[in-house]
Nanobody, 128 residues
Framework: VQLQASGGGLVQAGGSLSLSCAAS????????MGWFRQAPGKERGFVSA????????YYTDSVKGRATISRDNAKNTVYLQMNSLKPEDTAVYYC??????????????????????WGQGTQVTVSS
């Protein structure tokens, strides 16, 4: 699976951005898709994830209520809409893909170790 993230940029605090991740590969539409981010000097951390069907979605607490993850399997694309952006959202955002799994456990979706395909990252900068 190959992943191409886009949509990052510079935005003022309170603004919005929509990130996209285009996946290619024969079974990419069946994969769990996630977004992670890494701010300067910090470890990469979980932001959001979505099951292959789109039924299950997960968010880190700091973006709940401000972010919406979705996917269009016909286009092999996953989206992350982020609103009310804050300076602390500044980071490189990575999309990632994990093999499909039938589980209700959130750990699989939120752990970076579950993901074996990663995109190149897109920079999001939020100015105050």
């Amino acid at each position: 699976v190959q992943l191409q993230a886009s949509g990052g940029g510079l935005v003022q605090a309170g603004g919005s951005l929509s990130l996209s991740c285009a996946a290619s590969g024969r079974t990419s539409s069946s994969y769990v898709m996630g977004w992670f981010r890494q701010a300067p000097g910090k470890e990469r951390g979980f932001v959001s994830a979505i099951s292959w069907s789109g039924v299950r979605t997960y968010y880190t607490d700091s973006v709940k209520g401000r972010a919406t993850i979705s996917r269009d399997n016909a286009k092999n694309t996953v989206y992350l809409q982020m609103n009310s952006l804050k300076p602390e959202d500044t980071a490189v955002y990575y999309c990632a893909a994990a093999p499909p799994i039938y589980t209700g456990s959130s750990y699989y979706y939120t752990s970076s170790t579950s993901y074996n395909y990663w995109g190149q990252g897109t920079q999001v900068t939020v100015s105050s």
